[in-house]
């Protein structure tokens, strides 16, 4: 596995870890704060260590998004649906339409460009300003998955 690709399940671990928070992280996985903040330090002492995969399982669980299993597949060129975006998901009276995905879809993307436009206002996108970036560009993502799914799910009927 590459430099980047190590770096980028880190990022996910960290999320994946303040998404549940630190106490509660710690309850679930029986690690304290100190191991769980190696298993996504950058450091060159910590370069080779990652959460196991139990433990992944059981923050992912309590998390509202499985953050490194999302960014494993994304390493491995698939995708992941998750919630009320999975096929056999129940159907509700509050899923959006079409139309509803095509808006949130205008509103992430107008997001997205506004934060790359104040990003790239100094000509330099600094490495808070590249993690905003990446967030809106998840959230996009998530709006195209949950819109393409929808749509299959109108084809097949």
């Known amino acids: 596995m590459g430099d980047a690709a190590k770096l980028y399940l880190k990022r996910h671990t960290e999320r994946l870890i303040k998404d549940v928070g630190y106490a509660a992280a710690c309850a679930l996985t029986g690690r304290s704060k100190a191991t769980l903040g190696r298993y996504f330090s950058e450091d060159g002492d910590h370069a080779d260590r990652f959460m196991p995969v139990d ?91 949950e819109m393409k799914l929808r749509l299959e799910a109108d084809s097949a009927g």
């Open 55 to 145: 433990a992944v399982a059981a923050l992912e669980a309590a998390a509202s998004f499985p953050h490194v299993t999302a960014a494993l597949a994304e390493l491995n060129g698939g995708q992941i649906a998750h919630g009320r975006d999975r096929r056999n998901a129940p159907r509700g009276a509050d899923e959006r339409g079409v139309n509803g995905h095509v808006i949130a879809l205008s509103q992430r993307f107008a997001i997205l460009m506004a934060e790359y436009h104040s990003a790239i206002g100094d000509g330099i996108i600094s490495v808070n300003e590249a993690r905003r970036l990446l967030e809106e560009t998840l959230e996009l993502q998530k709006v195209l998955v």
